[in-house]
């Protein structure tokens, strides 16, 4: 009862185990492609989500990574 969860193997994703293109400390520049529901810009690298809080969908600018989590990292402008 209650932790049953018939085999499902909830919580798992497989890119967990792939190889992130970025990680904590790296600077680069990125294009703010679009804005997240909570208003942070959105930036990506090879197809991996990069959020830059208070930037604006067509900036231009220089991130650094600060956390990079299974399927985003957060930037903030370096």
Partial sequence: MGGDHGGERRGMNPNYF????????DVMEVT?????????????KDGFVI???GAKVGDKLTVKITDVRTR????EPA
């Fill in 18 to 25: 792939l190889p992130k293109p970025v990680k904590v400390g």
């Fill in 32 to 44: 703010i492609e679009g804005t997240a529901s909570r208003g942070d810009g959105i930036a990506k």
């Fill in 51 to 53: 959020f830059v809080k």
């Fill in 72 to 75: 985003f990292a957060i930037g």
